[in-house]
C-alpha cells in the first residue's frame, strides 16, 4: 500500500503545482513545505503537520459546519472517494476532525520512517525518490 | 492418478503460502499502513492550509470588542469599520501568519490583523486566535485575542 501512498505524495508535493481547494492558486512544492514547517528548522515535525491540517480542515470545510462533506473533501486535487469512506470511521457520509485527524496522522507515519516524529530531509529526498 | 492428487495437493499448499505471503505484505512492520487519506490528498491539503483564500462565503460581521478601551476611544467612525471589515476577512479568509492590513487615509490609523492559531471546540465550532496591532498617531498598541465563529457566520470576540 505504501508503494503506492509514497510516490503519490512525492507527486502531489513536488512534480506538480497543487491547486488550492478555494482560491485556485498553483502552489510550488517549495511553498507548500514552507507551509508545513513552522519553526524553519527544515524538518516538518508532527505537531506542525497536525496543525497546519487542522488549519487546512477549516479552509475545506466551505459551510464552517465542523464536518467535512466528500463534496467539499473532493475539491482539492488528488483525493481518493474509496480512502474518504475508509476514513469516515462512524459511516455518517462526512469527516469529523477527529476522523481527519487520525486518518491524516497514519499518513505522516508512513512516511516517518525512523519514527523520530519528524520528517526530516533525508526522509523526504527518500520520499521523492520513492 | 497418485502424481495429479500430488500435484494438487502441491498447488494447494503452494496457494496458502502465496495467500500468507500475501497477507504479511499487509500488516507486517510498523511502518505498513492501510489507512490515511494518500499523500496526493496530503498535499491538496497542506496547499488547501497554506492558500487560504476563503470559503466563498462573505465575510460576516465582528461581534464583541475587538478594539476596546483606550484604544477604542482614540480611533473615529470609520477607523473602527475599517479594522472590522479587516478582522472580518483575517478570521474568515486567511492562513495564520499571513495578515490584513487596514488604514485610514483621513485619521493617518492603520492595524495588522493575524490570525495565528485555529481550532475547533467540542460543539464543531471554529475559534481562531489573533494578534492585532494598531498605529495611532505612529504609536504601536498590539493586543491578543481569540475570536468564535457563529452558526450564523458573524465572528465573535470572546477574549
Redesign the interface.
Known sequence: MRQFALPLMAIALISAPVVCAQSQQPLTRKQIMESADKNRDSKIGRVEFLERMREAFFFVDVNKDGFLTSEEYQRLQGTDPRRFARADRSKDGKLSLDEFLKAITEDFDATDKNDDGVLDDKEVKAWIAD | MAIGKHACRETLVSAILVAFLLMGC?SMG????????????????????????????AAGAILGGLIGGAIGDRLDAADREKARVAASQAFESV???QSVTWRNPDSGNSGVVTPV????VS????CREYTQTIYIGGEKHQTYGTAC?QPD?TWKIVN
Open positions: 499487509e510498523p511502518k505498513t499502513t492501510v489507512g490515511g487519506l494518500g499523500g496526493a490528498a496530503a498535499g491538496g491539503l497542506l496547499g488547501a492550509a497554506l492558500g487560504g483564500g476563503g470559503t466563498g462565503i492562513p495564520s501568519g492559531r485555529t481550532y475547533q460543539s464543531g465550532q471554529y465563529r457566520g
